[in-house]
């Protein structure tokens, strides 16, 4: 029996995570759940999964505590950060879904790492932040780290057992990591200003938040798995390419020196990386139903065009450029996001508002968390500023 933390679990991944768990209470129980806000949510999936431990943010508390003792619930109820850290690290938890939204999964999902948890990450904002801290965190603890984005699990699936990211000494050549194109990807470009935050998370494939759809949109998320990939694989920017694969099939693929590309097919659904982590190195049920290629038909890949997604170059640029600036697009970008879906800025500024905040910020080492917390608060207090 592994005991599962789920932080941020009333969130589409932290849904789907629970939706796999529930089939298989022979293997798992939950040892912790978090949400933000949505506490009535919360509360529903304690009656339901019995934690140990629920956390919320700090005015929620009171709220939830009320709601649970309702429902004559002994899960104990905390808030913040800290409480979110000592979640994520406890003793008597094994796994630890990361699934909370942009860089307010930074601090638990390192603290998970440097108690040597099995972490499946799907905060690719943690990783594409802090990087090689990241990275040390796991290397010292031994914990175990499994991609969740589809992409990476993919990936993941493709690369041969005891991957160490030396692609050259298994022979990979390329990753090949696949994007649907977004809802906008056959748009007249000079429409893109008019876009609305309603047209921007209509995304043609998948379901998924508010913020991470946007990324979608603008194809800053797949920037960002860029990045990740980068981090998780040890691939260089040059090794790494993008393909615009509309149907979602392909998740991801992996090219080797010997003409070899390997991918990794399913239909477009997060519970099939979900399962794939949590029992890895055996595969279980998932609840998504089989793919059929005769239904599909057919499969179509072409080149991203930058000039539609310039997010995906910048995102480029911040991984050759190294130090701070990762950390910088990805503040900068969660402020321009939210600003967009305030509907405080068009669409087509939030690319802008960005470029000018890589530009305006000096890079620097990134050595410490709170070195790297002052780079995210530069990055967004810049851009608020310029959006002011």
């Not at 040892?31 to 934690?51: D, I, M, T």
């Not at 990045?227 to 615009?244: K, M, N, R, T, Y």
């Not at 070899?260 to 049920?285: C, F, H, K």
Request: aromatic share 4%.
């Amino acid at each position: 029996m592994q005991n599962i933390t789920i932080l941020g679990s009333t969130g589409s991944i932290g849904m789907s995570t629970l939706d796999v768990l529930a089939r298989h209470p022979e293997r798992y129980s939950v040892y912790a759940l978090s949400a933000h806000s949505r506490v009535e949510q919360l509360a529903e999936q304690c009656s339901q999964f019995k934690p140990k431990l629920a956390i919320v943010g700090t005015a929620a508390a009171q709220q939830l505590s009320n709601l649970l003792r309702a429902k004559n619930l002994r899960t104990e109820v905390a808030y913040g950060e800290a409480a979110l850290c000592e979640a994520a690290s406890a003793d008597a938890c094994d796994v630890v879904m990361a699934a909370i939204v942009g860089a307010a999964g930074l601090a638990p999902s390192l603290a998970a790492a440097r108690a040597g948890k099995k972490i499946l990450l799907a905060n690719k904002e943690a990783l594409v932040m802090s990087g090689q801290l990241f990275i040390d965190a796991i290397n010292k603890s031994g914990s175990l780290l499994l991609p969740i984005d589809s992409e990476h699990n993919a990936i993941f699936q493709c690369l041969p057992h005891g991957y160490q990211r030396q692609p050259a000494a298994v022979g990979v050549e390329k990753i090949l990591l696949t994007a649907s194109g977004g809802p906008f990807l056959h748009r007249a470009v000079e429409t893109l200003g008019a876009v609305t935050p309603a047209q921007a998370i209509a995304h043609p494939n998948w379901v998924m938040g508010r913020k991470i759809s946007v990324d979608s949109a603008t194809m800053m998320n797949k920037g960002l798995e860029v990045i990740e990939a980068h981090w998780l694989f040890g691939a260089s920017a040059s090794q790494i390419d993008v393909v615009i694969h509309p149907q979602s099939v392909i998740h991801s693929m992996v090219s080797y020196i010997d003409g070899s590309v390997l991918a990794q097919l399913g239909n477009p659904d997060m519970r099939t990386p979900i399962a794939n982590a949590l029992a890895y190195p055996e595969r279980i049920a998932s609840g998504v139903s089989p793919l059929d290629l005769t239904v599909i038909g057919q499969l179509q890949f072409t080149r991203p065009d930058l000039l539609r997604f310039p997010c995906l170059k910048l995102a480029y640029d911040a991984l050759l450029a190294g130090g701070s600036a990762a950390a910088i697009l990805n503040a900068a970008n969660e402020v321009a996001v939210q600003a967009f879906l305030d509907e405080k800025i068009g669409f087509r500024m939030i690319d802008q508002l960005i470029a000018r905040t890589m530009d305006t910020l000096p890079l620097c080492a990134v050595t410490d968390i709170d070195g790297l917390l002052d780079q995210d608060r530069l990055a967004r207090q810049t851009v608020q500023s310029l959006i002011s």
